[in-house]
């Protein structure tokens, strides 16, 4: 378990490394990681609240008896 678990944060140091040697060529390629970085980071938060928004509506659902809304036929 310890070697996986080395191995993992030895290719994760690695591709930080990889990618800090590749946007330090030119500002271009930094600016084109930069973009792609934020626009998956925007989009993982998106989907993770609307994860969790569905999630606690379920529960919340659940705890209270709720029934199932009305669905048109």
Known sequence: MVEIESGIREN?????????EIAS???LVAAMLLS???ITGFSVTVFGVATLGAVVA???RGLTGAEEPN???
């Open 25 to 27: 060529v030119d500002p």
């Open 36 to 38: 792609g970085a934020i």
């Open 58 to 60: 379920s529960i919340k």
């Open 12 to 20: 994760t140091v690695g591709a930080i490394e990889q990618f800090a």
């Open 71 to 73: 669905q048109p036929a």
